[in-house]
């Protein structure tokens, strides 16, 4: 019993660190996966690297081509965009 004992604060800051720290990651990531995976052609994003453009072209499952300018495409790891500023209205039919 005693052995116990000296395990329950180890075991109550174990949890306190799971509901604190690898929960609300977890969930971040999750969000973020979710955001990458509804990219579509004409959404404003931002990179990690800081550039601002519109998605020109969605090549394959890792991939997007972005308009950084007029006529200027740079190619872009999905998973390196940070935030969608605008999200463009899916077509209709």
Known sequence: MDSF???VPLILIFAIMYLL????Q??????H??????LRRGD???TQGGLIGKVAK???DNEIEV??????????V?????????KTEPAEG
Not at 21 to 24: A, D
Not at 26 to 31: A, F, I, M
Not at 78 to 86: E, F, G, H, P, Y
């Open 5 to 7: 004992a000296q395990f």
């Open 21 to 24: 720290l690898i929960r609300p």
């Open 26 to 31: 977890q969930k971040k990531l999750k969000e």
């Open 33 to 38: 996966k979710a955001m990458v995976e509804a």
């Open 44 to 46: 404003q994003v931002v």
């Open 58 to 60: 969605v090549k394959d």
């Open 67 to 76: 308009e950084i300018a007029e006529g200027v495409k740079v190619r872009v």
């Open 78 to 86: 999905r998973s390196t965009v940070a935030q969608v500023i605008s």
